[in-house]
């Protein structure tokens, strides 16, 4: 079989769409800084406005409720750092005694790592467990909201495994409760519906690079009359609240990014649900003891995350690589050790499993013949893996 390169790490980021390349290789004209009053600069900034309805539109809210970001990553600090937000006189997040946040075991970094940050400064942090699948355990969220809940921040789609969460019923809780919700929607916009009407969360962040546009560009949503506090604090950028000259081309570029998704997105599901249906039979056919991980069905159409018993998935990645397969695994390198992925130890997996865990995310890209390459190449690999096992099992990070 000749070799091929398959990338299958499209949660990871994604290829640049063609036509986000040419719309942005055209607004490289639009150089002005948009908050200049010259001609050049409104041409800009009108551009940019244009991408904040087509947003607005896209997500049903208003144009005033999108705030330019750098990245989901900041979104995401942005407002759970509102609890915490220093000698802040107005109605906010971190007013009336509510301190307190609650979020899941299966956070992205940006949301776990700031909630440790919060609870090293005092706030009280309740971390939910999940069940098997990933999916949030309600009956410990309803123990943990209380009067000092100030905000609930769940995932809705998880990175690793594409479990989806409820969250019109989880923001309705916090509701109830009188805290306020948000969700980290980076693996949803561009993949799932996100209708804001419907879904009545108060704050949503998301970033332009999971959907065929560009790096280093994200959104804040903030709805209407909810608390909000600056986080980068200067120029008056975004109606002052969040500084720093905009970065238009990649505005531009994620808003044409989502313009195609918006067109695209049915399309490119479906084939996505069938190549990864695909996957998935071949590989349970094809290796065994093996374990799926994440929901069954309420999962990203493009995700399949499964552990390879007694194989560790640093290996299984890097055998992959060489053939021209590229996917992720959970384990990070930290500390001269290999940590197995928290998300999969979260839905109760030993360490060993998850250890062993491989994330096939597919995309816009990806084809019948790419599965099949896979199909081919992956069971001598973890084969070969497997029998390696006493040997690389010496612990360490490699
Ligand atoms: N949240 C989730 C669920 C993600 O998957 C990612 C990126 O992988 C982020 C947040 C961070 O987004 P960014 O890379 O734009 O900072």
Redesign the pocket.
Known sequence: MEKRSVYLDY??TTPLHPDVKAAMVEAFELFANPSSLHDPGRKARNAIEMVRQEIASFLKASPEEIIFTG????S?NTVLKMLACPGCSKECVCSKGRQELITTAIE?P?VLHTARYLSSIGHRVHILPVDSYGKVDLKAYQAALSERTGLVSI?FAN?EIGTIQDIKLLAQLAHQAGALFHT?A??AVGRLKVDLEELGVDYL?F?G??FYGPKGV?VLYVRKNRPFCTFIHGGHQESGRRAGTMNTLAIIGMGKALQLIKEEMGEINQRLANLKAKLKEGILAKIPDIHLNGHPTDSLPNTLNVSFNGAEGESILLYLDLEGIAVSTGSACSSGTLEPSHVILATGLGAELAHGSIRFSLGRETTEEDIEYVLAKLPPIIEKVRSMSTVYSSGGCR
């Open positions: 949660n990871a990245c989901g990553s900041e995401n992205h940006s995932m990175n980290d980076v693996q962040s970033s690079h999971k994200g």
